[in-house]
């Protein structure tokens, strides 16, 4: 689902990476996202946010789709993982390998997503994909709106070692 060309040759393109700079790469590869408005909020090496409004993303009973939030938490973790990539310079690609959703309460207004990356993981991920040519990590990911947890997510991404 997620794969265009995220290659190496991105890396030179894009030398330090900053919000927009990832909001445009992501639209790059991933281009429906552009009607979906995601904007990312905060972006560190350890944590993302992205912010979506909620006009662009309901569906008739006036709260977030399903899917736009479901999308939301798929991109916040492939984000993350494909900054650090960037900026690591790491010859690999990502991908979405697994998703799972719990929805807890309806959202009404705009909503963010939230994803925090530890370090050890992600160190353990990146010698794994490097050493085998493929790895898998795990991501929690929470959706929020007015304060409230209103979904919580787990997506399981792959790194696949770029030849």
């Not at 265009?4 to 900053?18: A, G, H, M, P, Q």
């Not at 996202?33 to 006009?55: C, D, G, M, V």
């Amino acid at each position: 689902m997620f794969v265009r060309n995220e290659n190496i040759e991105l890396s030179k393109e894009y030398d330090k990476i900053e919000e927009q700079k990832l909001e445009q790469l992501l639209i790059k590869n991933v281009p429906i996202l552009r009607y979906h408005q995601f904007k990312i909020s905060k972006l560190t090496n350890e944590k993302i946010e992205i912010t979506a409004p909620i006009i662009e993303n309901q569906n008739h009973y006036l709260t977030a789709f399903g899917g736009s939030i479901s999308t939301l938490g798929i991109v916040t973790g492939w984000a993350i993982l494909l900054y650090k990539v960037q900026e690591a310079k790491l010859p690999l690609k990502l991908v979405i390998q697994k998703n799972s959703i719990h929805y807890k309460l309806p959202i009404k207004s705009n909503f963010t997503s939230k994803v925090e990356i530890n370090n050890e993981n992600w160190m353990e991920f990146v010698e794994t994909a490097l050493k085998q040519g493929k790895a898998k990590l795990s991501l929690n990911i929470k959706i929020f709106c007015d304060g409230l947890i209103c979904a919580e997510q787990e997506c399981r991404y792959a790194a696949l070692k770029i030849d």
